[in-house]
């Protein structure tokens, strides 16, 4: 199976940097992305990880670590903006479908 | 302008009746996807495509059906055996893997209701 977890909440202030966890058991996968999904708004695509370690993008930075089933979001300088939904997904090694998990919901505060 | 194509925006289901959602995608991606959003949740895979005239079902194919004639066009009928059709569905592309870099890409959404 590939169960993946996200804390269902979180909130932070304007300005600060938050970091998003994602945790999950596979069998293999060749891909960790993460999306940002605005309510009613489709998901736009943020981040992947193939191999593990941190990859930068702006603002926003990913982590994996295949040993441990663990990937991580974070998100620097947070802007009123990016309060929204964040989901972290796998693509399968096997029919290259992806799966997702349950979202993060972010709420910036001022 | 390259990109995906859902419609309609919004639809409305009567009771007993099937309904067809369309997507097209000019992104000459070979995989093609239905998910389903309920409010609150993440994303369900409904079913998908790798190429044209195959697809296989995800994990909650019951009640739906697809067709893959041309690689441009993925449509998803909702049929009258899915009682609980009131949903948000999303329809996804991405370019084949080994590449595994290759996210997916996603159309605006179509948001069914029941009458």
């Known amino acids: 199976g590939q169960n993946i977890d996200q804390p269902t909440e979180m909130t932070a202030t304007e300005g600060a940097i938050v970091q998003i966890n994602c945790t999950y058991q596979?069998?293999?996968?060749?891909?960790l992305f993460w999306y940002q999904q605005h309510a009613g708004e489709a998901p736009t695509f943020l981040s992947y990880?193939?191999?593990?370690g941190l990859e930068e993008k702006g603002r926003f930075s990913s982590f994996l670590s295949r040993s441990k089933g663990y990937s991580y979001l974070l998100l620097k300088e947070l802007q009123m903006k990016d309060s929204a939904s964040y989901l972290c997904?796998?693509?399968?090694?096997?029919?290259?479908?992806?799966?997702f998990g349950p979202g993060t919901r972010l709420s910036v505060l001022p | 302008d390259g990109g995906i194509t859902q419609s309609p925006k919004y639809l409305f289901r009567k009771e007993g009746q099937n309904v067809t959602l369309s997507c097209e995608q000019n992104l000459n991606h070979d995989a093609m996807y239905w998910y389903r959003q309920d409010p609150g949740q993440g994303l369900r895979l409904i079913y998908y495509?790798?190429?044209?005239?195959?697809?296989q079902k995800g994990d909650i194919a019951e009640g739906y059906s697809v067709s893959r004639e041309k690689k441009e066009s993925f449509p998803l009928t909702v049929t009258s055996a899915q009682k609980n059709p009131t949903a948000f569905y999303l329809c996804?592309?991405?370019?084949?893997?080994?590449?595994?870099?290759?996210?997916?890409?996603f159309g605006d959404g179509t948001r069914l209701s029941i009458l």
């Open positions: 997904a796998l693509r399968r090694n096997y029919g290259q479908n992806f799966v």
């Open positions: 996804a592309t991405a370019g084949f893997a080994p590449l595994p870099s290759q996210p997916q890409h």
């Open positions: 596979t069998s293999g996968f060749n891909g």
């Open positions: 495509s790798q190429i044209v005239n195959d697809f």
């Open positions: 990880n193939v191999l593990d």
